[in-house]
């Protein structure tokens, strides 16, 4: 393993007394883990290769590494090496999580209100980029991201003029602009017309959902989710409310029985259910809307794949364009259609709803910057998003499709779901799997791959399952990506 940049950096003050010198490589390496540098499940180099790069002893390296193991800090893996503890390593080994002990000493555990740190996420390599098989599902693809056109609306957003209508403060506006482009050429796609006062423009659908959960949900307020479904959902609410219940599901998604009835607020994912993506059909879709009206549920649709349509998903309607009762908030993104990095979703809800949003949304950030919400503005309004969703849709029908006819020959023990439309394929595997375990050995072959236990309520339910997205993946790489985590498939069978 070679050693790069950063890890020389991160010793580069590093005294060099041989009396205690593993202590002070194991307190770097601590400090980085406590501070984020090093990220749970990463890497660390090996014992030989960080002494070479440091000038120092081997036995002094695995000195420190075993402290490290000792604190919890660092896992050792058979055949694969050492790596910073996840949650899972810290409770499967019964040792002392670090973060807490470090909060004991100094006094903060007894502080803090709520512990997200604590919450399981999902969770990717900062440098997916480099590795040759990214099978992600939401990651950003530079071969597919409109550079030219993205540059020429930049441009366009940046005249004199155009900075003097965004430059200043909004307060709690939005810009207009981009108001109107989602009105006329956006919403309409997933049958939804609304005037301008009932969107509000957030910083992703995740801001959003934030916003939603903080508005609607209280103490007592029953709240219902999927499960499997976005983990982040269930974080939002379980933070805030102890009734929580998961929805009746079945192969079509959400069930609208008695448990749905009792909840005052539920968050459903039909177009594509994350993660299964079972697409609801419309006889289900009215059946749920019906149910809502008559128990007094408010829906939070999060169409997290919307407007980016594949073998005509677009002609199914979504929830909020057959409401007409209120009962629907919808929730979308730009981040899927263009880039995660862009941040821009929006909520279109009745307009009591978005004027609250609007004063919630103030006290949080004011508003997101205009100078990205112009700049979209001018790519939709000069026609790039259309093209954009064309291009993007046929190349991602063509990666899909190969990975449909690849899947039962090179992984043969699996079955899989892909309903018409969604970006991933899910994949149950074979009895005995943890498909934890398959991350991490894919993971060191170069083939990035998503654990599915992270959805579910109980992480057992979701042991042998795992996602397997293709938004990120070059249609040539497809193949031999599949062909490794066949073979490790294999051999963990």
Same mark, same amino acid.
């Given at each position: ?17 041989? &009396? ?42 695995? !000195? #420190?590494? &075993? ?17 910073? !503890? ?12 670090? !973060? ?38 939401? &990651? ?21 003029? @155009? ?17 109107? &482009? ?45 499960? +499997? ?16 219940? +998961? ?13 749905? #009835? ?165 994949? @149950? ?21 998503? #654990? ?42």
């Amino acid at each position: 393993m070679q050693i790069d940049t950063a890890w020389r950096l991160l010793f580069g003050g590093m005294e060099r007394d041989p &009396q205690g010198l593993s202590a002070r490589v194991g307190a770097i390496i601590a400090e980085a883990i406590r501070t984020g540098l090093l990220a749970p499940d990463m890497r660390v180099p090996s014992s030989r290769s960080l002494a070479e790069a440091l000038g120092i002893s081997r036995n002094t390296v695995n !000195a #420190a590494y &075993q402290l490290l193991i000792d604190d919890g800090l660092l896992v050792s893996r058979e055949r694969s090496g050492c790596f910073v !503890a996840t949650a899972d390593d810290k409770r499967g080994s019964g040792q002392a999580d670090a !973060a807490t002990t470090a909060d004991r000493a100094g006094g903060w555990a007894a502080r803090f209100a709520i512990r997200p740190s604590r919450m399981p996420q999902i969770s990717k390599p900062r440098n997916w980029m480099d590795y040759p098989y990214p099978f992600l599902f939401g &990651q950003f693809d530079p071969s597919l991201f409109p550079t030219n056109p993205w540059r020429e609306s930049v441009k366009a957003a940046s005249s004199v003029q @155009e900075i003097t209508r965004w430059a200043r403060d909004m307060i709690d506006d939005d810009d207009p602009d981009l108001i109107d &482009q989602l009105r006329h050429k956006v919403l309409p796609r997933r049958g939804i017309f609304a005037a301008p006062g009932e969107i509000i423009i957030t910083i992703g659908s995740q801001h959003a959902l934030s916003m939603l959960v903080q508005l609607l949900v209280g103490r007592e307020t029953p709240v219902g989710i999927e499960n +499997p479904g976005y983990p982040d959902v269930r974080h939002m609410v379980g933070m805030v409310t102890a009734d929580m219940l +998961p929805l009746t599901a079945d192969g079509f998604g959400v069930v609208p029985d008695a448990v749905f #009835a009792s909840r005052r607020v539920a968050f459903v994912t039909v177009g594509h259910q994350c993660p299964t993506t079972a697409v609801m059909p419309i006889a289900r879709r009215r059946a749920l809307l019906d149910a809502a009206a008559r128990h007094d549920v408010v829906l939070i649709e999060d169409d997290y794949e919307s407007d980016l349509s594949v073998e005509g998903d677009a002609d199914l309607p979504c929830l909020k364009s057959l409401d007409r009762a209120d009962r629907v908030i919808y929730t979308g993104s730009f981040s899927k259609i263009l880039a995660p990095g862009l941040r821009i979703g929006y909520v279109v809800a009745p307009k009591p709803v978005i004027d609250e949003l609007r004063v919630l949304r103030r006290l949080m950030l004011r508003h997101p910057p205009t100078n990205n919400q112009r700049s979209l503005a001018t790519f939709i309004q000069l026609g790039h998003y259309r093209h954009h969703l064309r291009r993007t849709a046929a190349v991602l029908e063509e990666r899909a499709a190969r990975i449909a006819d690849l899947l039962p020959d090179l992984l043969p023990g699996c079955r899989f779901r892909r309903d018409f439309g969604a970006k991933s394929f899910w994949i @149950e595997g074979p009895p005995g799997l943890n498909s934890r375990d398959l991350v991490r050995s894919a993971r060191d072959q170069g083939v990035l791959i998503e #654990a599915g236990d992270i959805f579910f309520l109980d992480p057992a339910e979701g042991r042998r399952f795992f996602r397997l997205g293709f938004t990120s993946i070059a249609t040539h790489r497809i193949e031999p990506g599949l062909r490794r985590l066949g073979a490790l498939l294999q051999d963990a069978s």
